[in-house]
Structure formats: C-alpha cells, structure tokens
C-alpha cells in the first residue's frame, strides 16, 4: 500500500541571491566528504536524504536501505519527481543562515532545475569505481550500507530509474575520486573555492 503525501504549499518568493553547489553521484561516490570539505568555506550542508530519513522517522519506519528507498519512491510517486527537491529547498529558505549553500544528493535534473530557484546553481558530479563506491559504503556502515554486493547492485540500478545517470552525465564540474581521501578533499575544496569567488565578484 503507498502512503499519500502532500506536500506543503510553496510560497511564491522572489529567489535569493545564493551561491548553490548541487552535488550528484552513484552512492559512495564521495559526495559526503566533499560536502564535509566545503564548511571550511563558509558553505552550509543540505543533504537531501535526511528529508527521506526524516520522514522515516515520521513513519516511526527503521531507516534501512530498503525502507529509505520504499520512501524515496513514495514521496515522488505521491508529490511528483521533485518532491524531496522541494521538501529541501523548502528547508534552506527556513533555516539557512549562509548565502553559500552545498546540497548533497541530486538524483534527477529536474530536482536540480528546482535549487536553480535560489539563485546561482551549479550541479557537481562526483566519480568512483564500482569496487572502490562498495568498500567505501561498506566500511561506513550506516544503516542503509548494502550488506552484499548484491544489495549494492540493487540499489545502483535504483538510483538509475529516478534520472541519476542523466544529471551526472549534464554535471557542470567533475570531481574524480580516484586517490586518496586527502586529494579527493583538496580537489574538491579548490572546485568549490573557485565558484565562490566567481560568485563573489559578480
């Protein structure tokens, strides 16, 4: 049974003069740690799975891989493909106290079309190998980690059918994390570095 969700009204706001990295990537990418990289700029984090695992909660549901992405389907078969875009977005207008946002966890291209309402916009994608994204979630072990290859499998071709594949593909910048995690953050903090300048001398 699918559980009904609406969502709650937007208002109708001119859109803020913000500097937003959108990042984007096949789980265990390494977009956690290039978030965490970018506080040492000044940028506030919005991840876009904690909407998902806030509703889990909601639902009093455990917040296992399988029950996350259940919700992830609910929410935008019920609200459209957007919907936790919007529960995000929402989100920042609220609480953000920085003109410089990071948003982890862009799925879809239309979810990105949708932060482009709160001002500059650029969507960053975040590669790694298959073997290298499995031992990374592996040894994470949060309580959505896949436990098998084949879990992890699974919930690759997950993340296909909701657009992922495309938003990486039309990506403005690349980061590849294919060395250690020290250059994978240096990389990540001299991309984000240059865009905010950029930003700031419009």
Same mark, same amino acid.
């Given at each position: 049974? %699918? +559980?009904?969700?609406? #969502?709650?009204?937007?208002?109708? *706001?001119?859109?803020?003069?913000?500097?937003? $990295?959108?990042?984007? &990537?096949?789980?265990?990418?390494?977009?956690?740690?290039?978030?965490?990289?970018?506080?040492?700029?000044?940028?506030e984090v919005f991840r876009?799975?904690?909407?998902?695992?806030?509703?889990?909660?909601?639902?009093?549901?455990?917040?296992?891989?399988?029950?996350?992405?259940?919700?992830?389907?609910?929410?935008?078969?019920?609200?459209?493909? %957007? +919907?936790?875009?919007? #529960?995000?977005?929402?989100?920042? *207008?609220?609480?953000?106290?920085?003109?410089? $946002?990071?948003?982890? &966890?862009?799925?879809?291209?239309?979810?990105?079309?949708?932060?482009?309402?709160?001002?500059?916009?650029?969507?960053?994608?975040?590669?790694?190998?298959?073997?290298?994204?499995?031992?990374?979630?592996?040894?994470?072990?949060?309580?959505?980690?896949?436990?098998?290859?084949?879990?992890?499998?699974?919930?690759?071709?997950?993340?296909?059918? %909701?657009?992922?594949?495309?938003?990486?593909?039309?990506?403005? *910048?690349?980061?590849?994390?294919?060395?250690s995690l020290n250059e994978?953050?240096?990389?990540?903090?001299?991309?984000?570095?240059?865009?905010?300048?950029e930003y700031l001398a419009?």
């Open positions: 049974m %699918v +559980a009904h969700f609406k #969502l709650p009204e937007e208002k109708s *706001e001119s859109a803020s003069p913000r500097l937003v $990295i959108c990042l984007t &990537g096949m789980p265990g990418a390494g977009k956690s740690t290039c978030a965490e990289a970018s506080e040492s700029l000044g940028f876009m799975g904690d909407d998902v695992r806030m509703e889990a909660e909601r639902r009093k549901v455990p917040p296992t891989d399988e029950n996350l992405g259940a919700i992830m389907f609910q929410l935008r078969q019920s609200g459209g493909i %957007v +919907a936790i875009a919007i #529960l995000c977005k929402q989100r920042i *207008e609220r609480d953000a106290k920085s003109k410089l $946002i990071l948003i982890d &966890g862009i799925r879809n291209v239309n979810e990105f079309i949708e932060f482009k309402k709160l001002g500059r916009a650029v969507l960053v994608s975040i590669h790694a190998t298959p073997d290298r994204r499995f031992k990374f979630l592996q040894a994470r072990g949060r309580s959505d980690s896949p436990q098998t290859l084949q879990s992890f499998e699974d919930r690759d071709r997950r993340e296909l059918t %909701v657009g992922i594949g495309e938003a990486i593909a039309l990506a403005d *910048e690349v980061i590849m994390n294919d060395g994978l953050k240096e990389a990540a903090v001299a991309l984000f570095k240059r865009q905010k300048e419009e």
